[in-house]
C-alpha cells in the first residue's frame, strides 16, 4: 500500500506562509503526478494543486492562484506546497495524494493523516 507523510502545517495569522512537504516511502514518486488537497470542517474534500512527474505541468485551483506554488523535489521524493498570503478560508486539514493526470487524475492508493493548517488571528 502506498504511503505518503504530511507535514508542515500549524497555526499562522492571516497574511502568514507555511510550506507543506509531502514524502512518499515505498516507491518512488518520480512515475507519478502528486495533487494536495484540504478538507475544511463540515465540507467536501476539494484538489488544491498538482504537478506532473516531470514537473512541467502545475495546476491550481482558482481560489490559490497566486498565493500558493507546487513543487517537487525527486531526489527526495518529495512535493511541496509554498502557501503565502494565507486567508482564514484556508483553513483546512491538507492531504496530499498521487494521481495519475493533473488536473484530471485518477488518485492512486490512499489519503494519509494530512496536516492541519489554521489562519487565525
Known amino acids: 500500500q502506498l504511503q505518503l507523510v504530511e507535514s508542515g502545517g500549524g497555526l499562522v495569522q492571516p497574511g502568514g506562509s507555511l510550506r507543506l512537504s509531502c514524502v512518499f516511502s515505498?516507491?518512488?514518486?518520480?512515475?507519478?503526478?502528486i495533487g494536495w488537497f484540504r478538507q475544511a470542517p463540515g465540507k467536501e474534500r476539494e484538489g488544491v494543486s498538482c504537478?506532473?512527474?516531470?514537473?512541467?505541468?502545475?495546476n491550481y485551483a482558482d481560489s490559490v492562484k497566486g498565493r500558493f506554488t507546487i513543487s517537487r523535489d525527486n531526489a527526495k521524493s518529495t512535493v511541496y506546497l509554498q502557501m503565502n498570503s494565507l486567508k482564514p478560508e484556508d483553513t483546512a486539514i491538507y492531504y496530499c495524494?498521487?494521481?495519475?493526470?493533473?488536473?484530471?487524475?485518477?488518485?492512486?492508493?490512499?489519503w494519509g493523516q494530512g496536516t492541519q493548517v489554521t489562519v487565525s488571528s
Open positions: 515505498r516507491f518512488t514518486l518520480n512515475n507519478y503526478d
Open positions: 495524494r498521487a494521481q495519475r493526470g493533473c488536473p484530471a487524475g485518477i488518485l492512486v492508493g490512499s
Open positions: 504537478v506532473s512527474s516531470t514537473s512541467d505541468k502545475r
